[in-house]
């Protein structure tokens, strides 16, 4: 017979191999309560976020990336000067105002102080024809980075909508698309961009003044080029991503739902390969800021007196014994900015794809 | 209107297959394959790996384009251009929990994407409800809905993946080994669930399976195949204590019997040999490489299914 002491548990006999129930002591409500934990349910997005504010690299290079956007933005706002505008004093023009070096005024404006009047410093200092080198580097910075944007737009939705169509259909269709990519893939590009641009200066003709003429043909150009060539990597991996993810079930399961192709592509394909999309149009920008950069830098960039980083560089080339830093500033810029998106590239394939690591 | 939901006539399913440089070799996955399921029936396909039950599940569901042969539903031959509507019929639930849910999708979303494709609702309530329910019916509670499926584990998987199944209310439902990746206590869960919901709505189950001991327990009628062939038919009772084919006596003797003392007195018939492969498969009986009864007619001739009485039947040249 079993024993109950006053607690209402069993007593332990002397011989019996029964844990002692005496010993031990009841939950409390919130002790049971502390049990009950369960994780927040995350998502796929969010889980990826945690895990890229965790790596000290991607931190650091978003930090840089949202202080070079804040300068690029606001810049132009406080500094009183405009990229193509020649220093002038009192409406006269400061002719001694050339190539100064960063935080120095010329004669006119030391004057110009002196007599109570107030004047922004040069940051950078001043370039050849005269012109406030700081805010040149901001505009060139503006340029470069909405060209490596536009540019891996362009690829991405020319790559997304080539490579799941391929993909997605398989079969003889996907050996003809892949076919012509192989064809393009073997492009010289340079070629390509001066024969375009060449081309494209003689048919193009804009109202002078209008936004598009501003950019000038060269830029254009090399959207052109960029949306006829560079999105064939990315329709490659696109179309790979497909093909794996077409074999699952849930794919199968969508069909006999009936769900029509572009649902399937839309629902249930490109989320699924969406970090891959991510991670390589965020590396694909620092490539398309270089192509521009150094096309700029060849003199096929930006048409004058627009400036870009590249061009702002070429430029430095000719005084470079005498103004070394007028190269250092844009150079750096470019550095910066290619170097903290590739490391947030890297970054965010070590969040969202792990499988990716190297 | 005939007696029967689905009629499935000579279903031929070959597959092309590389067999060298610009060299195809057909794959007959599924052989002349005809079987009826009636309304609320329940027919088990049973069969060793590569068989074919697979297949015969998804060419019926349109999933393949069939090389020959038709498929009836309500009498309605299903073609590629009314397949569109007969997906509110027919509906399928998946052998891998794991890859047949959408890992980007919430519960909801998985299990309201048929509403979604069908328009099954008017507003976004109505939705929500439709979807609440079908998770009550398959035992899931309503705090999942807004969850992933990686948060699931196994048999609550399968169940959203039923709960998909039927949220456009479907009269059959073809389930493709459905329990084979469950733990057997979860099996044991799930089937009992698929018992209830026929019991409850209905719904005809075409249910493929390699356990016959599961099948048996759910099915009111079994089918045998080998190498793309039924080889037997009849009652799921009468299948499982008197078979005639010797490939179904093979296939019975080797089911586990959890009691070592009758196990031990069981006479346990060993195949001979191994499956031949589907590309290059023996003339006549596709059984007859590895049948003890082989004659010289099973080489030259197909078998045929014919009655063996009462509704049993079997395609063997042997009486």
Not at chain 1, 240 to 266: C, F, H, M, V, W
Request: hydrophobic share 40%; aromatic share 8%; proline share 5%.
């Amino acid at each position: 017979m079993v024993e109950y002491n006053k607690n209402g548990t069993p007593v332990k006999k002397p011989l019996s191999l029964q844990i002692n129930l005496e010993k031990f002591e009841k939950a409390t409500d919130e002790e049971k309560r502390q049990q009950e934990v369960m994780s927040k349910s995350t998502t796929f997005f969010r889980d990826g976020m945690k895990k890229l504010f965790k790596n000290p690299l991607a931190v650091m290079s978003i930090i840089v990336l949202t202080l070079i956007i804040i300068v690029i933005v606001f810049a132009p706002m406080v500094v009183p000067y405009s990229y193509s505008e020649i220093l002038s004093v009192n409406g006269k023009r400061d002719k001694g105002a050339k190539n100064l070096a960063p935080f120095v005024y010329s004669e006119m404006e030391q004057e110009y102080i002196a007599n109570g009047g107030e004047r922004f410093p040069h940051i950078f200092g001043t370039d050849e024809q005269a012109r406030d080198y700081f805010i040149r580097v901001v505009y060139g910075t503006r340029i470069s980075l909405v060209v490596g944007l536009f540019a891996s737009i362009i690829v991405l939705i020319i790559g997304m909508l080539y490579g799941s169509i391929s993909g997605y259909l398989g079969g003889k269709v996907d050996l003809i698309m892949m076919r012509i990519v192989d064809m393009i893939y073997s492009l010289p590009d340079m070629l390509i961009i001066i024969l375009l641009s060449v081309v494209l200066n003689q048919i193009m003709s804009f109202k002078s003044g209008s936004a598009l003429s501003k950019i000038g043909t060269n830029m254009i150009s090399l959207f052109i080029v960029f949306g006829l060539l560079y999105w064939v990597g990315m329709a490659r991996l696109i179309r790979g991503q497909i093909l794996s993810i077409k074999e699952n079930d849930y794919i199968t399961a969508a069909r006999t739902i009936g769900a029509k192709p572009g649902r399937i592509i839309k629902k249930h394909i490109l989320p699924n390969c969406i970090s891959v999309i991510i991670i390589s149009t965020a590396l694909q920008i620092p490539s398309a800021i270089f192509t521009e950069s150094y096309l700029s830098f060849v003199g096929l960039g930006v048409q004058a007196p627009m400036p870009s980083l590249g061009s702002l560089a070429n430029a430095a080339r000719e005084g470079l014994q005498s103004y070394p830093y007028k190269l250092i500033f844009p150079a750096i810029t470019i550095c910066l900015i290619v170097l903290s998106l590739n490391l947030l590239g890297d970054g965010l394939r070590d969040a969202f794809d792990p499988k990716l690591k190297r | 209107m005939s007696e029967y939901l689905l009629e499935v006539e000579h279903l031929k399913q070959y597959f092309n297959v590389r067999g060298g440089f610009f060299k195809t070799v057909q794959l007959k996955a599924v052989d002349d394959v005809s079987f009826n399921i009636r309304p609320g029936e329940t027919l088990g396909l049973v069969g060793e790996s590569g068989c074919g039950k697979t297949t015969v599940g998804r060419s019926i569901l349109r999933l393949y384009e069939p090389t020959g042969g038709t498929v009836k539903f309500e009498g309605v031959e299903i073609t590629d251009k009314n397949i569109g509507s007969l997906r509110k019929e027919m509906q399928m639930v998946f052998q891998d929990p794991y890859s047949s849910l959408n890992p980007r999708m919430t519960v909801e979303d998985i299990i309201g994407e048929p509403l979604d494709v069908h328009k099954l609702y008017s507003n976004r309530k109505e939705r929500r409800e439709k979807i609440l329910n079908l998770m009550s019916l398959v035992g899931l509670n309503a705090e999942h809905a807004t969850r992933y499926a990686h948060e699931f584990s196994g048999g609550q998987r399968q169940r959203i993946g039923i709960a998909r199944a039927l949220a456009v209310n479907p009269k059959f439902i073809v389930c493709d080994e459905p329990v084979s990746a469950l733990d057997v206590s979860i099996q044991a869960q799930v089937i009992n669930m698929f018992e209830d919901l026929r019991k409850e709505l209905g719904v005809a189950y075409l249910f493929i399976a390699h356990d016959l001991l599961v099948v048996r327990h759910i099915s009111d009628r079994i089918a045998v195949m080998y190498l793309g062939h039924i080889v037997e038919t009849a009652e799921s009772d009468e299948l499982m204590t008197s078979p005639i084919h010797p490939y179904t006596r093979s296939l019975l003797s080797a089911v586990p019997i959890p009691d070592p003392e009758t196990a031990r007195k069981k006479n346990r018939i060993i195949l001979e040999g191994d499956v031949p492969s589907p590309l290059n498969m023996p003339t006549g009986c596709p059984f007859r490489t590895r049948c003890a009864y082989a004659t010289e007619k099973c080489a030259e001739k197909c078998p045929e299914l014919t009655d063996r009485g009462g509704g049993h039947m079997c395609a063997c040249w042997n009486k």
